[in-house]
């Protein structure tokens, strides 16, 4: 595998554990984000961009010398707190554009260097449960990526829907709930280790999938509530599927 990854997001959080371990495995790794991480690494770049702005990401290619990438990690993402039918315009502009938006954009911007390249979405746990504008926008994501893999076969795509990650942006959401269990959280090194062990074994995942990533304290098993049913019309019958 060429060993020339990008990572979004790459400032903090998720991201930044991600480069540290790419990094720890041999890559050249270009982080994106528009505030400097504090990685002193002569193999990590830094890409000053911001995702929402569309002609920062149509310049990201311009600023990798590499003909080839191996590796396109999405990380970036945001979320606020807001009850589903009280959201903000802006809020819904910035969650749909850096969630959803961005990664396509980026991805598409890219594209040309990913032959037989992995693209790996940090998505959410999220999208199987009803979360607002943050499950949504990481349900369209997943949706939308399991589309390029149908029609891209010499790129692999991956989906990683992680359950709640012990992040900045995490306890920002969560500093006010005393109920909340931090001990049920993965951690950014979880994740990072998560990846390393995606592209030691990416041959054996179809392209498409969505992988569940959780710790050994959350392991229970329940990570669909989808509620399905079937409806046949020539007899109209209705039969509940989960």
Do not use: C
Not at 34 to 57: C, H, Y
Not at 179 to 195: C, G, V
Not at 220 to 240: A, H, M, R, S
């Amino acid at each position: 595998m060429i060993k020339v990854a990008v990572v979004s997001g790459s400032s903090y959080g998720i991201g930044e554990a991600i480069s540290r371990k790419l990094l720890e495995k041999g890559f050249k790794v270009y982080g994106i984000s528009r505030t400097p991480p504090g990685i002193g690494n002569p193999q990590f770049v830094w890409l000053k961009a911001d995702l929402m702005n569309e002609s920062d990401i149509r310049n990201v290619p311009n600023q990798i010398e590499e003909k080839s990438i191996g590796l396109l990690v999405n990380n970036a993402g945001t979320s606020v707190h807001e009850k589903v039918l009280e959201f903000k315009d802006r809020d819904f502009n910035l969650i749909f554009g850096l969630n959803f938006i961005a990664p396509i954009k980026l991805t598409i911007a890219l594209f040309p260097k990913l032959t037989n390249g992995i693209v790996i979405n940090i998505s959410s746990l999220a999208d199987r449960f009803p979360d607002g504008l943050y499950g949504s926008s990481k349900a369209a994501l997943n949706n939308y990526f399991e589309t390029i893999a149908a029609e891209n076969k010499d790129v692999k795509v991956i989906n990683a829907l992680p359950s709640y990650v012990d992040t900045p942006l995490l306890r920002s959401l969560h500093h006010n709930q005393k109920d909340f269990d931090w001990n049920q959280t993965n951690q950014p090194k979880q994740i990072a280790e998560f990846i390393d062990f995606m592209l030691d074994n990416s041959a054996n995942i179809e392209s498409g999938s969505r992988i569940v990533v959780v710790s050994g304290s959350q392991d229970d098993g329940e990570y669909d509530p989808e509620k399905l049913w079937l409806f046949v019309t020539d007899n109209k019958k209705l039969t509940k599927l989960k």
